[in-house]
């Protein structure tokens, strides 16, 4: 099997990994943690695996004073690790080799405060007339003891101070924002958009610390119960080895042709996304085993790293994990989390096909080589190695039974865990004491890396409601999305162009705000401001969701801060920018896509809303205009095409995607077309200059190489299971 440790410098094999959880780490869109060692590891290890028990239990075993109470304990045991395991620092970089990274004096302070703060508002003991338990405290609901607005303020400094270690400044910043909007924005003219009656602070901590809309709203029930069981899950898959699986089977079933590389980069970032969840880490973990041969396949270092981050943020798009913000949705709007996995999938696809058109494309402007992997025959693999697919079944079945998410996921693990343990006792080494100590030190360490994955999300989760409690109770969501409306009926007054450009107007403000904050929060944001604009249009709210959900996700490949093409630029050795701007341009289509989500009725056919027909004429009609856009970005029909082909193909991609009749009638004319105008440009005269260009300076790394071709190096999974 090909081993992801064979990677950035295959020479040396048993540090690879460590280097790919460095860039993991660095270039993730959470800010790198320190690295532990010693004791306070080991420690930190041991209260991640406790935090995983109690998270499991409480799925079948729920406490018996409520969610809020549960909540409550969950913030009590993750915020306090976040100080320990993130450093105050405020650059993202990694700590240098050989310098101390444990925690200081202040970490650990803050740490036991967080563990005070959160425990406070259940540990029975009175102060006066503070204090008292759970239920005393919220007795005092909307009258709190200047001791309760003592606490939640420190808490929520603590949230802030969090959020920041975890993510950077904006998030936080953001937060401090609306806290002076809560508390100023009583003093603006009554005439003036978005002024209210004006809270003070103690009507503020009472929302945030005492409400079921603050600190322990829906994003923190969200990440306590859903994304924290998901996280678990993909850490033990990874940890049974389906990583490893996933992307030697995407080796195995594209050897010999020569766009090979860049479909298994494509291939392996859809099943890896079962796994993480995370763009970065996918793109990280593909680019380590592909980079090599994508090298030597000729793609030049900036492509190859673009396809790299544009594979890997699809991850977040995909069934059945997607992102965090997929649970949110489903909480938001009520419904199961299977409807959004439902919603999910034609997109999926169509982001996807996006991808394997541009790499077909550039296979054939850049004259790729074809590389000969050593890898077992795919039918082989997945006899021996199919297991894994059978977990990730397992909750797209139990969800059809109407079983809770957070139990189907539950279920999930323990089948990925069984498996994992008849590989180790049937495949191992060693004796059967050596293979069970093995198997119980790998799901310990598992459970524990679920949990600390999860920390960050925690700290955006509870910040999230910090936004969320100050717009629900100020009302400044409808203001808002009320003016993105009178904006855009500023400019247009046709009720169909208006919704037009409120949808682009949208579209942007996601993607800018999705440049300074993670998708989960910028989802979020997005979801109480804009949201209520697009349903006002008479969207329907699946539709507004997905919509927003989808530009949240893509602005982590829009320059100038795509994190993941940073990180898949550190594995190829390309300039940043570029590598970026290549990223960009392979998710294009899908840039495109979620604007019909919610410009015509049509549109919901993509979502599954409609009949099964609609959904798939609507596939059909939607895969044209994604491949006429792959035409577009890359300057290829059926062979290198010039600007007018280009211009006919981008006019009849948009009309395609308005799902109408007269409008895909006059798309498919235009691309008709675009290929006779193609066909007779080719053929009065050969290819053009700018084209002959770029195919000479995008395959001059190629054409150094030796003619040969490649034996990769890379190892079966029996040749690993015996070695």
């Known amino acids: 099997m090909v081993d992801s440790r064979s990677t950035l410098d295959p020479s040396q094999r048993d540090t690879g990994l460590t280097e790919v959880d460095k860039l993991i780490a660095q270039y993730d869109e959470e800010l790198p943690a320190r690295n532990l060692t010693g004791r306070l590891a080991a420690a930190v290890t041991l209260a991640c695996f406790l935090v995983s028990v109690f998270v499991l239990r409480q799925v079948f075993l729920p406490l018996a004073n409520g969610n809020q109470y549960y909540l409550i304990l969950f913030l009590a045991f993750v915020l306090p690790l976040v100080f320990v395991c993130y450093r105050p620092g405020l650059r993202r970089r990694s700590r240098e080799p050989g310098r101390p990274d444990q925690p200081g004096v202040l970490d650990w302070v803050l740490a036991a405060l967080a563990l005070i703060v959160c425990l406070y508002p259940v540990l029975p003991i009175t102060l006066g007339e503070s204090g008292g338990g759970f239920d005393s405290f919220l007795d005092r609901q909307g009258s709190l003891t200047p001791l309760d607005v003592l606490m939640g303020s420190i808490l929520l400094l603590l949230v802030i101070e969090a959020t920041r270690r975890t993510t950077g400044w904006v998030l936080p910043a953001v937060c401090v924002g609306f806290l002076l909007y809560a508390y100023y924005g009583g003093f603006l003219p009554r005439s003036m958009p978005g002024a209210h009656a004006g809270f003070d602070w103690s009507q503020i901590i009472n929302a945030l610390y005492n409400d079921a809309t603050g600190f322990y709203g829906v994003p923190l029930d969200v990440c306590a119960t859903y994304i924290v069981l998901f996280t678990i899950y993909g850490a033990v898959l990874d940890r049974t080895g389906a990583g490893r699986f996933f992307v030697d089977l995407s080796f195995a079933a594209f050897r010999g042709s020569r766009a090979a590389p860049g479909r298994t980069v494509a291939m392996s970032g859809f099943l890896l996304g079962s796994v993480s969840g995370s763009g970065t880490a996918t793109a990280v973990s593909i680019g380590a085993v592909t980079w090599p041969v994508l090298d030597r396949a000729g793609y030049p270092k900036e492509k190859a790293g673009g396809m790299l981050a544009a594979s890997g943020i699809g991850a977040i798009l995909s069934p059945p994990t997607l992102g965090a913000a997929a649970f949110i949705i489903a909480e938001y709007l009520q419904t199961s989390y299977l409807s959004v996995l439902l919603w999910a999938m034609v997109p999926t696809l169509l982001y996807y096909l996006g991808i394997f058109l541009a790499i077909e494309i550039d296979a054939r402007r850049m004259r790729v080589r074809a590389v000969e992997v050593s890898a077992p025959d ?74 600390r994955s999860v920390l960050p999300v925690a700290s955006v989760c509870a910040a999230a409601g910090i936004i969320v409690s100050t717009i629900t109770k100020t009302g400044l969501g409808q203001e808002l999305a009320n003016l993105l409306v009178t904006g855009a009926r500023a400019v247009v007054s046709n009720e169909t162009a208006v919704l037009a450009l409120t949808a682009v107007f949208a579209a942007i403000a996601i993607t800018l705000l999705g440049l300074a904050v993670p998708v989960t929060a910028s989802f979020i944001i997005s979801w109480v401001i804009i949201g209520p604009a697009l349903i006002g249009l008479d969207v329907p709210a699946p539709a507004a969701a997905m919509f927003i959900f989808y530009y949240a996700v893509l602005s982590e490949v829009t320059p100038p801060t795509a994190l993941a093409a940073v990180a898949s630029a550190a594995i190829t050795g390309g300039r940043v920018m570029q590598t970026m701007l290549e990223a960009l341009k392979y998710s294009l289509p899908a840039f495109l896509v979620p604007m019909a989500f919610v410009l015509t009725e049509n549109g919901s056919g993509l979502l599954w809303q409609g009949t099964f027909w609609q959904g798939v004429w609507t596939f059909a009609v939607s895969a044209v205009a994604v491949a006429a856009t792959a035409a577009v970005t890359g300057a290829w029909l059926l062979g290198p095409a010039r600007w007018p082909e280009r211009v006919l193909a981008a006019l009849a991609a948009v009309l395609l ?67």
């Open 657 to 723: 995607l308005y799902l109408q009749p007269m409008s895909i009638v006059i798309g498919g004319c235009l691309i008709v077309a675009a290929i006779a105008v193609h066909l007779v440009l080719r053929s009065t005269s050969g290819p053009s200059k700018d084209v002959e260009s770029a195919e000479a300076g995008e395959s001059e790394a190629g054409e150094s190489e030796e003619a040969g071709k490649l034996k990769s190096g890379k190892e079966s999974h029996d040749e690993q299971t015996q070695e």
């Open 378 to 451: 795919p039918w082989r693999l997945l006899l021996r190695y199919g297991y894994h697919f059978i977990s990730l079944a397992v909750i797209v079945v139990f969800l059809a039974l109407d079983i809770p998410p957070f139990r189907a996921v539950v279920y999930a693990i323990c089948v990925a865990a069984a498996f994992g343990l008849a590989e180790m006792l049937f495949a191992g080494e060693g004796s059967m004491v050596e293979r069970l100590r093995r198997y119980a030190l790998t799901l310990y360490e598992a459970l524990a890396a679920g949990v």
